[in-house]
């Protein structure tokens, strides 16, 4: 099974999920050293929120 590379760079959604994607990876990488973005934006119980909701939508995305 062959993925359609230009198709799917074509859709919304697809852009959504790898930003949301890369959005996460970066939060998890900057723990690793130390950096907490969410600590320094918003309240730990709203960034748990958002990591949650960002998590469904790269899995629908």
């Not at 359609?4 to 890369?22: E, M």
């Amino acid at each position: 099974m062959k993925i359609n590379w230009k198709v799917r760079a074509k859709k919304k959604s697809f852009w959504l999920a790898l930003v949301l994607a890369i959005v996460l990876l970066t939060q998890v990488v900057g723990n690793w050293f130390g950096y907490n973005v969410t600590a320094q934006l918003l309240n730990a119980e709203a960034a748990k929120f958002i990591n949650a909701v960002f998590a469904v939508l790269v899995i629908l995305g």
